[in-house]
């Protein structure tokens, strides 16, 4: 990374507009810059502005720019390194070529400058799927959940049914060794009283939870779907940040979808066991019936759990080693969910009580 490179330090203002002049006239030829303006960023390095256009009758009024992160890595997510050989292509490209073939809503690409570390995409506005439902009444929210749990069942079933190995998707799956980095990283950063001998204890008692979850039914899966990488745009709900797309679990999206963050403000018991049918009636029409829904149940539970557990670790992680404290206003609702999965997980009774003593801990700063 060069002194001219937009990504440096030296430059982090004036370089990055003037290199949106560029890819704007590359993608639009006769499109002008007119402003620029920073956008919330997630968990990741990625950087994200909108950018309003003038002057070309063919060009969007406004696009986001995704800035990649100065390490240019392919993956936002370590752990997910499991490729013989890098990839060839942005995984977020590689992805959302096949979502949008199999029927997913995704905002479109319009262009990528590979050698600057930026794609064009398709302005889908700022109003979250978590946020279009708060404090609106509760047909209303199990309605536009019901849209989302369209979208997923779309991605499982259609998304799986044609799999295709050149989707860096399905060359990756949330095996046995992805479930246990993401409970040790809960181990590592979300129990900061941790002994060895309760780290020993919890990983053997845990075992039968990563064991069942590995052997599962798995599907094509987005990985982080929830109600902030979903967005409501005129109307119609849109997927974003598909890009660490893979082979799970079919009962992990669901889980993550229902209970991420501090959706408990909005989907009651009540509400998820609701959507929680919607799912399984969606699955048969669709063509592929949940096997056993008892045991998808027992699924779900384990995967609300995991799921918790790796969110404590990868918060407080942001929180401690980025400097990202907003997370930390999170860790309430997580631990909650934790806390009520782990009373209804079956066969943890030898750790259930060392367990929820590490979950209760999580919260303390």
């Given at each position: ?113 590979a050698a600057a570390g930026i794609l064009l995409l398709e302005d889908i506005g700022d109003q979250t ?151 399984i009636e969606a699955r048969r029409r669709l063509g592929r019936p949940v096997d056993d829904p008892d ?71």
């Open positions: 990374m060069g002194p001219n490179d937009p990504h440096h330090p030296a430059n982090p203002a004036g370089a990055i507009e003037a290199t949106f002049v560029d890819v704007v006239s590359a993608a639009f030829s006769d499109a002008r810059l007119r402003t620029v303006s920073p956008l919330a960023g997630d968990a990741s390095s990625r950087r994200y502005y909108r950018l309003a256009l003038d002057g070309d009758t063919d060009a969007p009024g406004t696009v986001v720019a995704m800035v990649l992160g100065p390490d240019r890595l392919p993956l936002s997510s370590e752990e997910l390194s499991v490729f013989d050989s890098p990839p060839t292509e942005l995984p977020f490209i590689n992805v959302g070529r096949f979502l949008a073939r199999i029927g997913v809503r995704i905002p479109t690409l319009y262009h990528h400058d799927l978590r946020w279009a439902t708060d404090g609106g009444p509760e047909e209303e929210t199990l309605a536009r959940y019901r849209e989302a749990i369209d979208q997923l069942v779309r991605m499982q079933v259609i998304g799986t049914r044609n799999a295709d190995t050149a989707c860096v998707a399905f060359q990756q799956r949330f095996d046995h060794r992805l479930l246990t980095w993401e409970f040790q990283h809960f181990l590592e950063h979300g129990a900061p009283s941790l002994t060895d001998v309760d780290a020993a204890r919890l990983r053997a008692g845990f075992e039968p939870v990563l064991a069942e979850l590995s052997t599962s039914p798995a599907v094509l899966a987005h990985r982080d779907f929830h109600g902030w990488n979903i967005h409501v745009h005129r109307n119609v709900l849109y997927v974003i940040d598909f890009q660490d797309a893979l082979v799970a679990p079919d009962a992990y999206d669901l889980a993550s979808l229902l209970t991420d963050r501090d959706t408990s403000d909005i989907i009651t018991p009540a509400c998820e066991d609701a959507l929680i049918a919607y799912f045991r998808f149940r027992t699924h779900y539970v384990f995967c609300v759990l995991h799921r918790a557990l790796k969110v404590i670790g990868r918060f407080r992680y942001l929180a401690s080693v980025k400097g990202k404290m907003k997370y930390l206003d999170y860790l309430p609702h997580v631990t909650a969910q934790a806390r009520r999965a782990l009373q209804d997980a079956p066969g943890l009774d030898d750790v259930r009580p060392l367990l929820s003593q590490y979950i209760g801990e999580s919260c303390v700063r």
